[in-house]
């Protein structure tokens, strides 16, 4: 075997570096992938909790319920039930004990039956 000139050791070296940073690229990329995806839905759950803790959030679902409750008063059977059912979805998490008015408190208990 011969022995490689200082060009071709240079030739070599280059490749082989450039070889090691794509793999070390590639490296990288998974681990900050692997992070992104256990943290991410973390940082969205706390994000949610902070957004339904809100004033402003709480405020216009109690003002939603109002335009509902008003809506229910006035509608027949068949539009109730849409209501009803409406209002179950919606306000499925939302924590009644919330909303100052003990109107509309009921009103919500009675529409999600709990």
């Known amino acids: 075997m011969r022995d490689l000139s200082s060009n071709e050791?240079?030739?070599?070296?280059?490749?082989?570096?450039?070889v090691g940073?794509?793999?070390?690229?590639f490296i990288v990329g998974m681990l900050v992938l692997g992070w992104y995806s256990f943290f991410k839905p973390?940082?969205?759950?706390?994000e949610?909790?902070?957004?339904?803790?809100?004033?402003?959030y709480t405020h216009g679902k109690i003002q939603e319920l109002g335009k509902y409750?008003?809506?229910?008063?006035?509608?027949g059977t068949k539009d109730q039930q849409?209501?009803?059912?409406?209002i179950a979805s919606s306000f499925a998490e939302f924590d009644a004990n919330k909303i100052n008015s003990p109107?509309?408190?009921?009103?919500?208990?009675?529409?999600?039956g709990y």
């Not at 849409?82 to 409406?86: A, D, E, G, N």
């Open 21 to 25: 940073a794509i793999i070390a690229v």
């Open 42 to 46: 973390r940082f969205a759950n706390v």
């Open 103 to 112: 109107q509309l408190q009921n009103f919500l208990r009675e529409m999600r």
């Open 82 to 86: 849409t209501i009803r059912i409406l």
């Open 69 to 75: 409750y008003r809506e229910y008063q006035n509608a």
């Open 9 to 18: 050791k240079i030739t070599v070296s280059t490749v082989g570096i450039l």
């Open 48 to 56: 949610r909790k902070a957004f339904e803790n809100a004033k402003s």
